[in-house]
């Protein structure tokens, strides 16, 4: 189990980090947009957190 919460962390990473590089170029600023990137970042940071929390209670 924990080496699947692994994989699912670094896939979310990745993806994250995809995400910022095709903000390149867009302007974000436009309708709104910036703001819904901001929620959805936080979002994914607190869960993110809450995973990585939870691997204490996950037995392998």
């Known amino acids: 189990m924990s080496h ?3 994989r699912t962390l670094d896939e979310v990473a990745m993806a ?3 995400l910022k590089r095709s903000l390149r170029g867009i302007p974000i600023r436009r309708e709104g947009f910036k703001a819904h ?3 959805m970042a936080k ?3 607190t869960l993110t957190v809450a995973l990585e929390d939870s691997r204490t209670a996950i037995k392998d």
């Open 37 to 39: 990137h901001d929620r």
């Open 43 to 45: 979002a994914m940071a």
């Open 16 to 18: 994250m980090g995809q």
């Open 4 to 6: 699947q919460l692994d």
